[in-house]
């Protein structure tokens, strides 16, 4: 595969370099799921910090192959992130440019590449990785602000919103609520034609609105009731409901299916 030709190489380039402390890989490498779609997850540790220039990031890209674009990930909340591209071959890689402090948080335990005196193996023994998961209470508080504000966009006519606002949903409640009710990681809508048993993967389609307030109300309709399905697959009593906003939200639904059509 062309992901691991070019970490071997990134490693024999790197591994002479007294800046370096460690190269580790993560991603689908470390499930064996790599193909020819995959892109390619590293980790690059340094002795002084690198990701607050992206110069010096830069300049670290530039060794490793052919780059042809490059920009920092600030727009997944992640400026530490280097997104290239590389041709010849043309491949996609994350280069995220940690110091040694900060590579003990981290949500998966990486396939170390370079480690300099054993030092990312002593973090990795010495810490545990912890993949951030919703807070239930989070989305409920949201959950029914979110429909009335769907079924907003809805009424005014203003489909494409509403239809971007569905995946929104699907990223970030329906995605990860399904995968954790099938015992995966939250990854939002990551793999869930493969991950998700056909009836769960289905409910997850049936949220996918065509242009036009019938369809969108139909997907708004699905979308509740899937969410009042995982609530009671996952929520504990802990969990406080917002009745009131939901009998109102129900309402309001009511009241923009009987109006007038597009």
């Given amino acids: 595969m062309i992901q691991q030709i070019f970490a071997q190489n990134a490693t024999k380039i790197l591994e002479s370099d007294e800046s370096v ?5 993560g991603g689908s490498w470390l499930s064996n799921e790599i193909d020819e779609f ?28 052919n780059l042809i674009s490059a920009f920092t990930g600030e727009h997944v909340g992640e400026p530490r992130v280097l997104i290239c591209l590389y041709d010849k071959p043309l491949l996609h890689v994350d280069i995220k440019f940690l110091t040694l402090d900060e590579f003990a948080s ?15 193996q002593q973090i990795l023994d010495q810490t545990e990785a912890k993949f951030p998961y919703p807070d239930y209470q989070w989305i409920e508080d949201r959950f029914w602000t979110w ?39 939250p990854r939002g809508v990551r793999k869930v034609e493969s991950q998700l048993p056909a009836e769960d993967f289905n409910l997850l389609k049936g949220t996918i609105a065509e242009y036009n307030k019938t369809s969108l109300i139909t997907a708004l309709e699905n979308a509740i009731a899937l969410y009042k399905n995982l609530r ?3 929520y504990t009593e802990n969990i406080k409901q917002n009745k009131k906003a939901e ?10 299916k009987d109006s007038r059509s597009e």
């Avoid at 981290?106 to 990312?120: G, S, T």
């Avoid at 429909?147 to 990860?176: C, N, W």
């Fill in 21 to 25: 402390i460690g190269l580790a890989v």
């Fill in 38 to 65: 995959s892109d390619l997850d590293l980790i690059l540790v340094t002795k002084e910090k690198r990701s607050t220039d992206k110069s010096k990031m830069l300049q670290y890209a530039s060794l490793l192959g």
């Fill in 106 to 120: 981290r949500v998966e335990n990486p396939i170390l590449l370079i480690d300099r005196d054993n030092q990312l």
């Fill in 147 to 185: 429909m009335h504000y769907a079924l907003l966009k809805i009424g005014r006519g203003e489909y494409l919103e509403a239809l971007d606002f569905f995946g929104f949903l699907r990223m970030v409640v329906f995605g990860p609520l399904l995968h954790i009710k099938n015992k995966n990681l």
């Fill in 232 to 234: 009671i697959d996952l």
């Fill in 247 to 256: 009998d109102a939200v129900m309402q309001y639904l009511a009241k923009i």
